[in-house]
């Protein structure tokens, strides 16, 4: 399997619901629609909820898109389809900068979940280091309340292809999904999330709300 994730921050000139909106719809809807997708999440940052830290505050990243295909050449045929083109005419409405991560993901947890579930995500900043994802599988793998873990291996990141908008310019050493059953789990492990060390320093952590388009 192969994802592609974006990592996208609104218009200066959009508000943060109206960004929601146009995300969802239409973005979202035309998005669902490109060929080859197995799996589809947008997942809404929210800088002021508990597990968000000061890193990811600083970098203002409003949400990360992931879709999932069978395989490269699958995520080739869809960024290559006509409708690719029109939902990059549509980005230009609500998204200010934009950087596309691709990635391996292997799910390592993937249990049922309450809706009062916690999930957040991290994103280490800096060189390629699959150190950065070895070490904080680690210490996910002994975090009581953790039922949902995406490890994902970076392959390679560059700017949104053939998009108009300007390129978010942050460096990704390594990113991943965790979702732990409550948010008084999240918060017992917060701060133990970006590891110690240099990986402390520049691991954001981003507290979201997902929903699943496909």
């Known amino acids: 399997m192969i994802a592609a994730i974006s ?35 947008q997942s809404h ?9 000061a890193l990811a505050r600083e ?10 295909f069978n395989d490269i050449e699958a ?11 029109r939902c990059n005419i549509d980005s230009e409405h609500f998204i200010g900068a934009v950087s596309r991560l691709v990635t391996e993901p292997q799910v390592m947890a993937d ?14 900043i800096g060189p390629p280091d699959p ?9 996910a793998v002994q975090m009581q309340g953790l039922v949902g873990y995406i490890r994902h291996t970076l392959l390679e ?20 999904a965790l979702t732990f059953a409550t948010e008084a789990a999240l918060v017992r492990h917060e701060n133990g999330l970006a590891g110690s060390d240099a990986d402390a320093g520049r691991t954001a952590i981003y507290r979201v709300r997902d ?4």
């Open 75 to 85: 995520r080739r045929t869809a960024y290559t389809s006509p409708g690719i083109a």
């Open 7 to 41: 990592m996208i921050r609104r218009r200066a000139d959009i508000g943060l619901d109206q960004f929601h909106r146009h995300w969802l719809d239409p973005h979202g809807v035309m998005t669902a629609e490109l060929p080859g997708v197995r799996h589809y999440v």
């Open 45 to 53: 940052c929210r800088l002021d909820a508990p597990g968000t830290n």
């Open 211 to 214: 929903y699943r388009l496909v």
């Open 157 to 176: 990141q560059a700017a949104a292809p053939a998009s108009r908008i300007a390129e978010l310019r942050v460096q990704v050493a390594g990113y991943a």
């Open 131 to 139: 150190g950065w994802t070895d070490r904080l599988n680690a210490r």
């Open 111 to 124: 249990r049922p979940v309450a809706d009062d579930a916690a999930k957040v995500i991290l994103l280490a």
């Open 59 to 68: 970098l203002a990243i409003d949400g990360f898109p992931e879709l999932w």
